[in-house]
């Protein structure tokens, strides 16, 4: 256990249907964070909230629409993506404040049909 | 622009014996790096970091050596277990740049008993 937990670990969408993925840390971290992990392709960084404010959107499409309600809670919410969306979505947190180091959850295997 | 990669993208070995896995980096100003484990099914795990006031760190059956001369850096993995099989990436972080790591596409590790 690494102290991060997403929700659900797998999801199959449509691409009209609205879904939202959730992470979870018990870790007392002040940053979270969202990748995409594709096939043969290194991790992409997508959102990092400090301190709940979002501090990086890495030109992510607006289908892709993040919440942080707390320093504990992160969300991702999907809305009428595309086939090619379809990868390992992975939660990670970290101390914040120049702390690099990632603590990763297991991800959300999703499938856009 | 800025990149990491490794060297081989599969590597196999005999268990028992020690693997050695490289990344390279193009970033001269990265002053921190960080290998994870990813085993199928989960998130990347931390496995062991170093900084560039360092050269080499060990922890238990792992070593990290980092020659910033020609911007390599290895994961040394000391009688290889079966357990160890997974795909393990190095990341880079610089500091100035807001210390947010930047991944390698992965080599993946198989160990034959």
């Known amino acids: 256990e690494t102290g991060v937990t997403q929700t659900p670990r797998h999801l199959v969408m449509g691409m009209t249907n609205k879904k939202s993925l959730k992470c979870e840390q018990h870790?007392?971290?002040?940053?979270m964070y969202w990748y995409k992990q594709s096939a043969k392709k290194p991790l992409e960084l997508m959102f990092v909230?400090?301190?709940?404010?979002?501090?990086e959107n890495n030109s992510v499409p607006s289908r892709f629409s993040p919440e942080c309600p707390n320093s504990s809670h992160l969300f991702l919410h999907l809305h009428t993506l595309q086939p090619e969306d379809s990868a390992l979505y992975l939660c990670?947190?970290?101390?914040?404040?120049?702390?690099?180091?990632?603590?990763f959850g297991s991800g959300t295997q999703l499938s856009v049909l | 622009g800025e990149s990491v990669g490794l060297h081989l993208p599969t590597l196999s070995v005999q268990e028992g014996d020690n693997s050695i896995i490289n990344c390279a980096y193009s970033?001269?100003?990265?002053?921190?790096f960080i290998w994870y484990k990813q085993e199928s099914g989960k998130g990347p795990q931390f496995i062991i970091d170093?900084?560039?006031?360092?050269d080499k760190r060990q922890g238990q059956r792992v070593t990290v050596l980092l020659n910033k001369t020609v911007k390599h850096l290895s994961l040394q993995i000391a009688a290889t277990q079966p357990g160890d099989s997974a795909v393990y990436f190095c990341?880079?972080?610089?500091?100035?740049?807001?210390?947010?790591?930047?991944f390698g596409q992965g080599t993946e590790l198989s160990v034959k008993p």
């Open positions: 990670a947190s970290s101390q914040g404040g120049g702390d690099e180091k990632l603590f």
């Open positions: 170093i900084r560039s006031n360092m």
């Open positions: 870790l007392g971290h002040n940053a």
């Open positions: 990341a880079e972080a610089y500091y100035n740049q807001g210390g947010k790591l930047i």
């Open positions: 909230y400090n301190f709940k404010e979002q501090t």
């Open positions: 970033n001269s100003a990265s002053d921190y």
